[in-house]
């Protein structure tokens, strides 16, 4: 008879080991179906943050569609129509997506419905004013706007995004609670099944406990959203390079460009000295929404550092219209960013890289846009620079023009002409307008249309408006003095010409030195001047002096009639617009005749511009305006050509 069997110590190790690796079978197991779960838990979160952003960006495009309205409706600016109209066609593509997002969900497809019926008659009423208004009908768009036209159907939008956005945010929520909750458990499992294993399981579960705790940790961020930056609101350079990297792989598969602007403020350290922190913080807000402003809704702006920026452009179609982007960001940071910077152009210094070209990845192309960027800055500031070479050939003209400009003064590349201004009742010329020219050395003639809005883009519009001025009250010394004719010659200002004490200033020690009347020099305004909050102190220090105000091209910008009266304008232009096809054009004969009429009542003379035809200079001969210039009389001639005119017709006008 055989004894009890005894258990070997080889047993014992091989039960051992396979208690060990059924452990280590079931940790597998556990730790697949976490990570599946996770990954199931993420593509909802993902999902959810798809809807929300959707439904901000479709009530981002209306609200923007509404300030540019109302902008058009103010300003009168193709711009506005133009960025309205644009904001619209976003609102439309925003809608488009939400229906697709929304497709498979029967629960808010009734909301989404409502939504674009909303859409549908805000647009409606977006469209109809910038119709009335781009009609001349601008009395009735007011009404419009006064009544309400649309504001219950935002109201309405807002309430059912935000309730949806609300309903969505809850739900992400409640996902992550569920994942903290099933990962607490898994935790709990694996630390019972760990108690039997070996040192080397242990390990494993210090790892895998390791691993949930970074999951965990990452929940817990993305429920406190920590991926924008508390000041400014836009995202951080974590949430930019995830986005950025999405992108990069849309670009490969569609075999498109992808451009990443690098953005630095050139001067915040001095506003910083000048203003404290509080004041560069300030000036870090309005910075960030300019640039927000001046970016499509496709593309993408983070804040990645101090004063730093990132842009990145999807669908990147030339090297022309990323150059354009870049101008218009250097464009948008021209005015002072805060009042009390007024003598402080701080300006941005762009670097720009292009993928694929100068980089296949975020990290590449954000260190090519960074060298970029300090390039432009060592090359003094306030401009943009592409990595690449060739790129930098190819930017249109614009960028040199701006550059040139500074010189173009001391290149003595400028020049003047004058064009009369002629009483239709006598025939007299009674005074002329200076109108600055460009001959540059390589394009040739540059219209003003063109490099006037570069000048005052880069600031050089000072130098040259400066050197106007004088160019121009130093001619009308010389055909005081030689001639003894002509009663005034008028002078284009510009806003920011306007803004700079140091122009009235110049003036007023340049009347006092040559002896001119002032009333003789005529200082011409563009009507949307008058509602600048500063021009009424400068306006005031030129009335002082005692030169005269006038108002080009008036009835196309929009100004109170008080501005008239509280800034005792002495003339206004009637602009060529209603000059053009009277007496035939039915709207311009009635216009006309009102705005002659509204300004003798108020004591102010009127000159109508771009008379071309005796029709024209009867018509407004006929309802009180004397006084006209045009080509019916002559076109911009230069002062040795004016002299030989007046002699040639004997001081006679168009008769």
Request: net charge negative.
């Amino acid at each position: 008879m055989r004894g009890p069997r005894h258990i070997t110590v080889e047993a014992w190790i091989l039960g051992i080991f396979v208690c060990g690796l059924v452990v280590m079978l079931m940790l597998f197991a556990l730790s697949w179906y976490n990570s599946t779960q996770y990954t199931h838990a993420q593509e909802r979160v993902v999902h959810l943050n798809e809807h929300i952003l959707a439904m901000s960006s479709l009530l981002m495009a209306l609200e923007q569609a509404d300030g540019h309205q109302r902008g058009y409706l103010l300003l009168h600016e193709a711009r506005y129509r133009d960025d309205c109209v644009r904001a619209i066609g976003d609102a439309r593509q925003d809608y488009n997506r939400l229906q697709a997002i929304f497709a498979d969900d029967r629960d808010s497809a009734g909301l989404v419905s409502r939504i674009g019926e909303l859409e549908d008659r805000k647009i409606q009423e977006l469209t109809v004013m910038l119709e009335l208004v781009q009609a001349g009908n601008n009395q009735a768009a007011i009404v419009l706007l006064r009544a309400g036209a649309g504001r219950a159907e935002m109201d309405e939008l807002r309430t059912l995004l935000s309730a949806m956005k609300v309903h969505r945010a809850q739900e992400l929520e409640v996902l992550l609670q569920q994942s903290e909750r099933r990962a607490g458990g898994s935790i709990s499992l694996m630390i019972i099944l760990s108690l039997g294993a070996i040192a080397g399981l242990v390990t494993a579960f210090v790892l895998m406990n390791r691993s949930l705790g970074a999951r965990r940790r990452l929940n817990l961020e993305l429920s406190k959203d920590k991926s924008r930056d508390e000041l400014t609101g836009l995202p951080n350079k974590a949430m930019f390079m995830d986005w950025g990297y999405s992108a990069l792989a849309g670009a490969r598969r569609e075999d498109v460009h992808m451009a990443m602007l690098y953005l630095d403020l050139d001067l915040l350290s001095e506003v910083n000295k000048l203003l404290g922190t509080r004041g560069g913080d300030a000036a870090l807000v309005e910075a960030a929404r300019r640039f927000q402003g001046a970016i499509r809704q496709t593309d993408m702006i983070a804040r990645l550092g101090e004063d730093e920026f990132g842009i990145l452009v999807s669908g990147a179609s030339s090297v022309s219209n990323v150059a354009t982007l870049a101008r218009r960001l250097i464009d948008v940071m021209a005015r002072p960013l805060l009042p009390e910077l007024h003598e402080i152009h701080i300006g941005v210094s762009i670097g720009i890289a292009i993928f694929p070209d100068d980089g296949k990845d975020m990290r590449d192309l954000l260190a090519n846009g960074r060298q970029s960027m300090l390039t432009a800055k060592s090359q003094g500031k306030n401009r943009y620079r592409f990595h690449f070479d060739n790129a930098n050939q190819l930017v249109s003209r614009q960028e040199t023009l701006s550059q040139d400009l500074f010189n173009a003064v001391a290149n003595k590349e400028l020049y003047l002409l004058y064009q009369p201004q002629i009483d239709l009742q006598t025939g007299e010329m009674v005074g002329a307008e200076a109108l600055l020219r460009w001959r540059h050395p390589y394009f040739g003639d540059v219209g003003p249309q063109e490099f006037i809005p570069i000048a005052e883009a880069s600031g050089s519009i000072l130098t040259i408006g400066a050197w106007v001025l004088r160019t121009a009250c130093e001619q009308m010394v010389r055909w005081q003095t030689e001639l003894g004719f002509l009663r005034r010659i008028s002078v284009n200002v510009s806003s920011r010409q306007l803004l700079d004490s140091r122009v009235s200033n110049a003036l007023a020690e340049f009347l006092s030195e040559s002896g001119i009347p002032p009333d003789m020099i005529e200082i011409e305004l563009v009507e949307r001047m008058l509602v600048e909050p500063r021009a009424a102190d400068e306006i005031d220090r030129l009335k002082a002096i005692g030169v005269r105000i006038s108002i080009d091209d008036f009835g196309t910008g929009y100004s109170s009639l008080s501005y008239l009266k509280r800034f005792s304008i002495d003339m206004i232009k009637i602009d060529k617009s209603f000059v053009d096809g009277l007496p035939e054009d039915s709207s311009n004969a009635s216009l006309t005749p009102t705005i002659i009429g509204m300004a003798q009542g108020m004591g102010i003379e009127v000159i109508a511009e771009g008379v071309e035809t005796p029709a024209q200079a009867g018509f407004l001969l006929s309802h009180g305006c004397r006084l006209a210039q045009g080509y019916l009389f002559a076109k911009p001639m230069s002062s040795g050509q004016l002299i030989d005119w007046v002699q040639t017709r004997g001081l006679t006008g168009w008769k």
